[in-house]
């Protein structure tokens, strides 16, 4: 596993932030996420809405009225931390949505020797993105018993790294060499790659800062795919 390989794929993709047509999509995928984070802290209002009564009688203090600057507060403390799980499925579908337009932004930039990239269509893109997604939450699920354990940063971005790593490698390989020599380059490359994850799922659990990371992920790697086999 060479560090420098990663470092150098995400130093290159944010040195893109600039370009016209790379940060068109850096907006749209930021204003996506933000409408989407909307509508699950306007989800999480209305349940601790329906949830918490008007009045609530506490001992010694007697009863007390619930505003909705309280709920307000409460519910957006809520989803700051949910942000911080939520954000990795959000990463994930992204992959569908938006990889391909990153990745042509950047070999149009960086690898313009290669040429267009066999089109892949954008329903087969979010059909394996939500099987991905299933995944995903299949395999938190089931680690869920871990995270209530000191091991639970480890296996969290352990397992979380892998499966990203997977998913966004993958997606960008498969369009220069298909799905059965992407899974091998995969297999090959296993150890940058699962690493290249985790680095990507700490800035997804920090709040305001996993706005561009979907994105910016998916730029590194791109990069990190060329650079892992020699292409550019």
């Given amino acids: 596993m060479d560090r420098r390989v990663i470092f150098a794929a995400f130093a290159t993709a944010l040195s893109q932030v600039s370009d016209p047509r790379f940060r068109g999509v850096l907006i749209r995928g930021i204003g996506l996420t933000l409408l989407l984070l909307v509508g699950l802290y306007a989800f999480a209002f209305w349940g601790i809405a329906w949830l918490v009564p008007d009045t609530m009688s506490l001992p010694w203090i007697g009863e ?3 505003s909705n600057a309280l709920l307000s507060w409460g519910s957006l403390a809520l989803m700051l931390v949910l942000s911080v799980f939520l954000m990795i499925p959000v990463a994930s579908a992204f992959t569908g949505i938006f990889l391909d337009e990153v990745a042509d932004a950047v070999e149009a930039r960086h ?13 087969g893109n979010i059909k394996e993105s939500l099987s991905f997604l299933g995944i995903l939450v299949v395999a938190n699920l089931a680690a869920l018993i871990f995270y209530f354990t000191p091991l639970a940063p480890f296996v969290f971005y352990g397992l979380n790294g892998f499966l990203l790593g997977r998913e966004y490698y993958r997606m960008v390989a498969v369009r220069r060499l298909g799905r059965r020599e992407a899974g091998q380059s995969f297999r090959k490359n296993l150890l940058t790659i699962w690493s290249a994850g985790a680095l990507m799922a700490l ?3 920090i709040p305001i800062m996993n706005l561009v990371i979907p994105i910016l992920g ?11 086999n020699k292409a550019g």
Avoid: K, W
Wanted: proline share 13%; glycine share 6%.
């Fill in 111 to 123: 690898y313009p020797h290669l040429g267009p990239a066999p089109s892949v269509s954008i329903a």
């Fill in 218 to 228: 998916a730029a590194t790697f791109t990069h990190l795919y060329h650079r892992l």
């Fill in 64 to 66: 007390i009225g619930i």
């Fill in 203 to 205: 800035p997804l659990s």
